[in-house]
């Protein structure tokens, strides 16, 4: 999975970049996760049980390590096959299913146990802490950001929609949106995943407008370039303000930006520029303007930590992992906290 969606931060960090090039460490771990034959086991048990609540990257990669670590692993999924957004959430061109179920499989292959259409909610953690050893609560970003355009189109046809929500009607051929024309807000791989998809599945236009500068842009910088490539305008310094109909035509009246001072992120603010207002003409709108945790899984008084379990008394402890933890919003990040926090469990409980 790494060798085919991290977005390769060691190699843009790569000295080698000043002579012939960065080394490509996505294409060798691609290469030895289609064609590594190594037996992987797990350890010998421990006697002790480890619930993990998610099934997305960090939730199966804590439950690989823990397994290895010789616990009785048992995944909770809310959906019906494991992956997360991994499989929801990334097109197929990118990360082919194959590919993803490959790697499940041998996280299975170590005796870790899948409870799937299994929601669990702040009574649930409960529950698991008095049943297994510890928890750990992988849950993601459950909360998607929306923006508020002014209008309520009140048709019901999904012509303001989520990112995510598409990519995953997309994936289940559940949505048409031959001959349209599209306008995707954002500009993470969620925004260029979905115009991608978009454009594949035959839009007449796609165009992505995002609020600051392509330097500022957290999509990966190859996927940006390849949707440029294929024919997918993106307008940068561009916000939106409201969407209006007129009969059958919908127009996304959007503003031009600068950039100010920095924010509580370390990226300059954009600014809005006055009198700078424009329509684009559209039949539908991706947002997909970033996620959140869902905190209402953990208890209110909560302290969430790497360093110190949430635990309440007479029960297990809870470890969060992943997005829950860092928000950091990437499968590699993801992946590399599940292992993390699998080894504090370990450490902590051993």
């Known amino acids: 999975v790494c060798g085919r969606v991290c977005p390769g931060f060691c190699m843009m960090q790569c000295n080698r970049s000043e002579l012939e090039g960065p080394v490509n460490v996505r294409a060798l771990e691609r290469y030895a996760g289609d064609h590594g034959e190594a037996e ?20 199966l990669s804590g439950a690989y390590h823990l397994a290895r670590l010789g616990y009785e692993v048992t995944i909770y999924e809310s959906g019906d096959e494991l992956g997360g957004l991994m499989r929801t959430g990334i097109p197929e061109y990118r ?6 179920d490959r790697d499940i499989a041998r996280i299975l292959d170590l005796g870790v146990k899948p409870v799937l259409g299994s929601r669990i909610d702040h009574e649930g953690l409960h529950r698991l802490a008095r049943e297994f050893d510890a928890v750990l609560a992988a849950s993601g970003l459950q909360r998607l950001t929306s923006i508020d355009l ?31 024309r599209i306008v995707v807000v954002g500009g993470g791989n969620t ?8 454009f594949r599945m035959g839009a007449s236009d ?31 310094l561009v916000s939106p303000i409201r969407i209006s109909r007129d009969e059958s035509l919908r127009r996304l009246a959007c503003q031009r930006m600068e950039l100010g001072e920095p924010d509580d992120s370390g990226r300059r603010r954009p600014v809005p520029l006055a009198g700078s207002e424009f329509d684009i003409p559209c039949d539908r709108v991706i947002l997909a303007v970033g996620q959140a945790a869902d905190l209402s899984l953990l208890p209110p008084e909560a302290e969430i930590s790497k360093e110190h379990p949430i635990q309440s008394e007479g029960e297990a402890p809870v470890y969060p992992a992943g997005d829950l933890l860092t928000n950091e919003g ?18 902590l409980l051993y």
């Open 40 to 59: 992987i086991l797990a350890g010998e048990r421990q006697n002790r049980k480890v619930a993990v609540i998610g099934a997305g990257p960090a939730g």
């Open 95 to 100: 990360l082919p299913r194959e590919a993803l």
């Open 150 to 180: 002014g209008v309520d189109l009140g048709s019901g046809e999904g012509r303001v929609m989520q990112g995510i929500e598409f990519l995953d009607r997309a994936r289940t051929h559940s949505i048409c949106v031959e001959g349209e």
């Open 191 to 198: 925004a260029v995943d979905a115009a991608r998809s978009a």
């Open 206 to 236: 796609v165009r992505i407008i995002y609020r600051r500068t392509r330097e500022e842009m957290p999509a990966i910088s190859e996927e940006v370039d390849d949707a440029i490539d294929e024919g997918i305008s993106v307008d940068f």
């Open 330 to 347: 990437t499968v590699t990040a993801a992946i590399g906290c599940g292992r993390d926090m699998a080894l504090v469990l370990h450490c």
